[in-house]
């Protein structure tokens, strides 16, 4: 990664944001096809439904806070959030930062937040069947996928262990008769004092704060925070009372069940709860590194008689999506 108030020539920055555009493709490939079928898939689906974010915005590349790419003014006039410099373009921090900097300073605190609490690694994904917890088959929100072991049975895992679900995202889905069984009540406002990293929803969630600091966020952070949702949309939907076994994962093999209601499938659940917290909090740290980043080279930059300046506005939470 270049330093603030860095440089990349012409050769340098279409060869970045070509092998960019290729990754993106390759990572979007499935989903484009089977939509050009009318296909659906429950599982990767989640990542073009809930997060805003379609193949062709996920392509488009940038390269952070403070570089300013050579001969780019064409290429680049017109996109939001850039400004032109003679033949050269670059990211406009003070004008982001005056417009987005609810969004930054709210990022910023919810994944220091999360860095510093301990992670969590006994909830083995229960929130997936409080979802569906005395629901009527109509009532799923993947009616189209069998339960792996029956309504009743759905029930009775729920009722036989603690839950404990401290992301507000997922808990605002539980059903009316399962909310009072969590431990804990999450709200949007409690947020930054719950959110943990052993949670899957916490971590998918970095791709969704990635997106929201659009210019600012490299373009390979970017992807690796795509890449991670999906591996962790994955395991997630494993771990669920549904069974997906009739779909494939991104590497093509079955996605097999992990059954938490058992102790096998606990014992796995943590095992790869614990690997996805590690790699989220590296994916957490490249995200507040470029938010650091963002903001010393905004002080750096020279601002323009009549720019607004850049600011820090009160952290107020981006809004959520309506479904899961």
Not at 165 to 190: G, I, K, V
Request: aromatic share 8%.
């Amino acid at each position: 990664m270049s330093a603030p108030g860095s440089g990349l020539s012409g050769a340098e920055w279409r060869e970045l944001a070509a092998a960019h555009e290729a990754r993106a493709d390759a990572l979007t490939a499935g989903h484009r096809a089977r939509r050009q079928r009318h296909e659906r898939h429950p599982v990767e689906d989640f990542l073009w439904t809930y997060y805003p974010v379609g193949p062709n915005e996920l392509r488009r590349w940038h390269p952070g806070a403070g570089v300013r790419l050579a001969g780019a003014a064409e290429d680049r006039d017109g996109w939001r959030h850039y400004r032109v410099v003679g033949a050269d373009a670059e990211v406009d921090l003070p004008v982001f930062l005056a417009k987005r900097g609810g969004t930054v300073d709210y990022v910023e605190k919810l994944l220091t937040a999360t860095l510093a609490r301990t992670p969590r690694f006994g909830c083995f994904g229960l929130h997936e069947w409080a979802m569906v917890y005395r629901s009527t088959p109509e009532q799923l929100r993947h009616s189209a996928l069998p339960l792996r072991v029956g309504h009743e049975a759905t029930d009775r895992v729920v009722e036989s262990h603690p839950i404990a679900c401290t992301h507000f995202d997922a808990f605002r889905f539980f059903t009316a008769d399962a909310r009072p069984l969590n431990a804990l009540q999450p709200t949007r406002e409690a947020q930054p004092e719950l959110e943990q990293s052993g949670c899957l929803h916490a971590g998918m969630d970095i791709y969704k704060w990635a997106v929201k600091l659009g210019p600012i966020i490299p373009g390979e952070l970017l992807l690796d925070a795509f890449e991670f949702a999906r591996d962790v949309r994955e395991v997630d939907m494993r771990a669920s009372p549904y069974d997906v076994s009739a779909y494939a994962g991104a590497d093509g093999s079955t996605l097999a069940p992990i059954p938490i209601e058992s102790a096998v499938g606990k014992r796995e659940y943590v095992r790869l709860q614990r690997g996805f917290a590690e790699r989220g909090n590296r994916l957490r740290s490249r995200v507040l590194a470029a938010i650091d980043r963002a903001r010393a080279a905004a002080a750096a930059c020279p601002r323009e008689p009549g720019a607004p300046a850049a600011r820090r506005a009160p952290a107020a939470a981006p809004s959520a999506p309506a479904h899961r």
